[in-house]
């Protein structure tokens, strides 16, 4: 799976973060990715094992809102991070930096 520079950014933002879990509209507020883009993303990345995800257990009725699902990123995930990352580092004539 090819990562877009946005799907990059919110995997990175969650692999600072390993043990936390975010919802979508966290993330989405954190990184300024709007939901069209964020929601298929995040199916993506956890249907190809990047992400885990959990929805909140109590009663939406009681919360007055629509349940939320919060997304973790998985070790497959930070291991895509990790890689990606040395990627970048590596090549640092791809972002117009001189070798």
Known sequence: MKLSTVGLQVLT???????????GAEISLA????????????IRFEKAGLL?????????SALGRPRRKYYQISPV????????QSKINASPHLLGVPA
């Open 31 to 42: 990184l300024s990715v709007v939901s069209g883009t964020l929601y298929p993303m995040l």
């Open 77 to 84: 995930g930070q291991s895509r991070v990790a890689a990606e």
């Open 52 to 60: 885990s995800s959990e929805w909140e257990t109590e009663d939406a």
């Open 13 to 23: 933002a969650l692999a600072a973060q390993p043990t936390a879990s975010f919802s």
